[in-house]
């Protein structure tokens, strides 16, 4: 079983439509999440981070984690064609040697579609 | 340079053949890391170094090999390379101590024949 699994999609949404991308996790040892967005044939971006349970806001996107339900979320509102790309969670925790590495899902991809 | 930039963008490389990836960074960012990312497989860490003059391995070190000789560069060394090699390279960097998100350069494709 992977550490973190999301659902590999492909999603398509018509524009303006609200969407939600997923992950669960296994390792109760991740602290911190994060949610990458990677458009094709570029590096991932890093789109919003948070730490405790509960909802972060930034513009358009809410982040949602939920640690007693292993189970993170990436709400995006008044979806626009410019928002299709491929959509990664990454998790947190500490490498024996110091530092942390980043686990992550293996990516949604999203199509906003006019 | 603002941010993290990496060379070759792409290469075709023949088996057997050593190739250096290159990474550089100008934000001062004391940690480094190397990710190879496959369909299906996700990102997955090569090898990290949390400060200059230190390395560590990750998840799929073997093969590879780096040096973190002073704060700006992380080359990624590939001895003799295989085609299950092939891949895209990732270079990221961490802020700080005490920071937990890392931020991605461009890339290097790789594909060896």
């Known amino acids: 079983q992977k550490e973190v699994e999301q659902d590999p999609g492909p999603l398509s949404v018509p524009e303006g439509a609200i969407v939600s991308l997923n992950c669960t996790y296994s390792n109760s040892a991740f602290q911190y999440f994060m949610w990458y967005r990677q458009y094709s044939r570029k590096g991932p971006e890093l789109l919003m981070y948070?730490?405790?349970?509960g909802n972060k806001e930034d513009g358009r996107f809410t982040a949602q984690v939920d640690k007693s339900s292993k189970y993170i979320s990436l709400f995006i509102r008044d979806s626009q064609p410019s928002d299709s790309a491929t959509y990664l969670c990454?998790?947190?925790?500490?490498?024996?040697?110091?530092?942390?590495?980043?686990?992550f899902g293996t990516g949604t991809q999203l199509k906003v579609e006019l | 340079i603002a941010g993290i930039t990496q060379a070759p963008t792409s290469q075709i490389l023949a088996a057997g053949r050593r190739m250096t990836l290159r990474c550089t960074q100008d934000m001062r960012h004391n940690a480094m890391y190397w990710y190879r990312q496959d369909l299906g497989l996700g990102l997955r860490l090569i090898h990290y170094?949390?400060?200059?003059?230190?390395?560590g391995k990750g998840e799929v070190p073997d093969g590879y090999s780096v040096s973190r000789a002073n704060t700006d560069d992380f080359p990624l060394t590939l001895a003799s390379a295989v085609p299950s090699q092939t891949s895209v390279y990732f270079c990221?960097?961490?802020?700080?101590?005490?920071?937990?998100?890392?931020?991605f350069g461009p890339g290097t494709r790789l594909t060896v024949t």
């Open positions: 990221a960097s961490r802020p700080r101590d005490g920071s937990y998100e890392q931020y």
């Open positions: 170094s949390n400060t200059a003059g230190t390395t």
């Open positions: 948070t730490y405790s349970s």
């Open positions: 990454a998790m947190s925790a500490i490498l024996t040697g110091g530092g942390n590495k980043l686990t």
